[in-house]
């Protein structure tokens, strides 16, 4: 895990830029793949985007709060350390997150999520409604009894 260097879309901004501002919901765009259903490693990778025209940072991981759900997800125990520090995306580029699923005898199935992105103090903004697809741009339900989500990094999780 790490921050990217010149020419990557995440990581230090250039020398002599103005530098960067928190991220907000009005320049993120965000996408959610529902990957490997019903198998182990079932999971959500979510890309998030800077669709605005300067660069802008995100910290932590976002908080994410599945189907209709009011409870936060908790961050991964087995995440890498490291989420406050603030990771920079430049325009045009990308941050990645995992929510992981986990099912056992009471389940519950849902294809919306809402994600918040975190400030860093670890407080969050307004919500973005979302749906999970699958490979093909179908919508997706998922299902779990449990779940976690992992820090915004600049490379996807469990990227096999």
């Known amino acids: 895990m790490g921050a990217g260097g010149a ?7 250039p020398a002599g830029s103005t530098g960067a ?14 990957r490997f259903p019903g198998q182990q490693g079932e999971h959500l990778l979510i890309t998030a985007r800077n669709g605005g025209a300067e660069p802008c940072w995100v910290v932590d991981r976002p908080s994410v ?8 997800l908790p961050h991964a125990a087995k995440d890498a350390p490291g989420g406050g520090a603030r ?10 997150s995992a929510v992981n699923l986990f099912t056992d005898a009471k389940t519950r199935t849902s294809a919306a999520l ?5 400030d860093g103090s670890g407080g969050t903004g307004p919500g ?13 339900e998922f299902t779990w009894s449990a779940a976690d989500v992992m820090n915004w990094n600049t490379v996807k999780p469990y990227n096999f």
């Open 65 to 72: 709060m599945l189907g209709d759900t009011s409870t936060v």
């Open 128 to 140: 973005t409604e979302l749906e999970a697809f699958d490979g093909k741009g179908v919508p997706s």
């Open 7 to 13: 020419g990557s879309d995440a990581g230090p901004v």
């Open 21 to 34: 501002r928190q991220c907000d919901g009005g320049e993120m765009s965000y996408s959610v793949l529902h």
């Open 114 to 118: 809402s994600l918040g992105l975190r």
């Open 87 to 96: 990771l920079t995306i430049r325009p045009g580029g990308r941050v990645y």
